[in-house]
């Protein structure tokens, strides 16, 4: 099984900032990699795929890198609505999927 | 507009069995892989089901194999999660999830239902 391992688990920022959350595989996933958002009582919405590729609709702030093992999601300038729970989640070994614990993002 | 709706969830005691729906709109649905996931109270997201557009490929986390069956009616635009000797682990909202065509990811979500196992 792949495993995904993501940091910080929380993580406290301010309006403007700049904030990265990294993601780690098990093993290689050729950038088959995918980021949630997910605010409380609601369900997640895709953000990013093929670890960099931008959902439609979704701000240009948001932006994803990385290769082989590891990848980051950045938010350039935060915004208020983008205070929420960050996921992860690796599709390399489909049909099996695999997310990461989380990144809690918090208003500072 | 792509529409997914959860249903069926409630509280059932440790050993009971419980059938999720989920019924789909808004695009074509035969056309499409769908899945279940889950995210108990307070923690992260797991992947449970999958099943292929015609029925004939499903698969499971490990945590529920044999227990859980995945289907879908194409007729009915539904998909369904069978769930039998449930555990208190199972506990969580369970979401109905559509795989994007292009890529594997869950492009679409329904509200979820929440299901409790406790006597």
């Known amino acids: 099984d792949i495993q995904m391992t993501q940091s910080p688990s929380s993580l406290s920022a301010s309006v403007g900032d700049r904030v990265t959350i990294t993601c780690r595989a098990s093993q290689g996933i050729s950038n088959s990699l995918a980021w949630y958002q997910q605010k409380p009582g609601k369900a997640p919405k895709l953000l990013l795929y093929?670890?960099?590729r931008l959902e439609s609709g979704v701000p240009s702030r948001f932006s994803g890198s990385g290769s082989g093992t590891d990848y980051t999601l950045t938010i350039s300038s935060l915004q208020p609505e983008d205070f929420a729970t960050y996921y992860c989640q690796q599709y390399y070994s489909t049909p099996w999927y695999t997310f990461g614990q989380g990144t809690k993002l918090e208003i500072k | 507009e792509v529409q997914l709706v959860e249903s069926g969830g409630g509280l059932v005691q440790p050993g009971g069995s419980l059938r999720l729906s989920c019924a789909a709109s808004?695009?074509?649905?035969?056309?499409?892989?769908m899945s279940w996931v889950r995210q108990a109270p307070g923690k992260g997201l797991e992947w449970v089901a999958n099943?292929?557009?015609?029925?004939?490929?499903?698969y499971y986390v490990d945590s529920v194999k044999g227990r859980f069956t995945i289907s879908r009616d194409n007729a009915k635009n539904s998909l369904y999660l069978q769930m039998n000797s449930l555990r208190a682990e199972d506990t969580a909202v369970y979401y109905c999830?559509?795989?994007?065509?292009?890529?594997?990811?869950?492009?679409?979500w329904g509200q979820g239902t929440l299901v409790t196992v406790s006597s």
């Open positions: 099943i292929k557009q015609d029925g004939s490929e499903k």
């Open positions: 999830a559509r795989v994007g065509g292009s890529y594997p990811t869950f492009d679409y």
């Open positions: 093929a670890a960099s």
């Open positions: 808004g695009f074509t649905f035969s056309s499409y892989w």
